[in-house]
Nanobody, 118 residues
Framework: QVRLVESGGGLVQAGDSLRLSCAVS????????RAWFRQAPGKEREFVAS???????NVANSVKGRFTISRDNAKNTVHLQVNSLKVEDTAIYYC????????????WGQGTQVTVSS
């Protein structure tokens, strides 16, 4: 069984920064991609960023230049550095994972709340 646990969310002011972390434990996922998604109140879940096993990244245009994704394969963790936060970044941030050969992301965390006040 695979378990993803996010941490690092909180209540911050516009312009602040946070570092979100996701720890992956349980059955080893061979290679695969790690990603962050977010869901704001009343909106669909949306892609934020992803990183492949060997470090290739993809970041949504809406957060490009402010958010950075990274991973530590030895520690089985993935991070999302979020800078210059805006009120519209308020959402639950979810970590997702797959392994080589998977379609989409079969594994999800419970999410961490990020609330940005003006």
């Amino acid at each position: 069984q695979v378990r993803l646990v996010e941490s690092g969310g909180g209540l911050v002011q516009a312009g602040d920064s946070l570092r979100l972390s996701c720890a992956v434990s349980g059955r080893t996922l061979s290679f695969g991609t790690r990603a962050w998604f977010r869901q704001a109140p009343g909106k669909e879940r949306e892609f934020v960023a992803s990183i492949t096993w060997d470090g290739d990244t993809n970041v949504a245009n809406s957060v490009k230049g402010r958010f950075t994704i990274s991973r530590d394969n030895a520690k089985n963790t993935v991070h999302l550095q979020v800078n210059s936060l805006k009120v519209e970044d308020t959402a639950i941030y979810y970590c997702a994972a797959n392994q080589a050969g998977d379609n989409g992301y079969p594994y999800w965390g419970q999410g961490t709340q990020v609330t940005v006040s003006s």
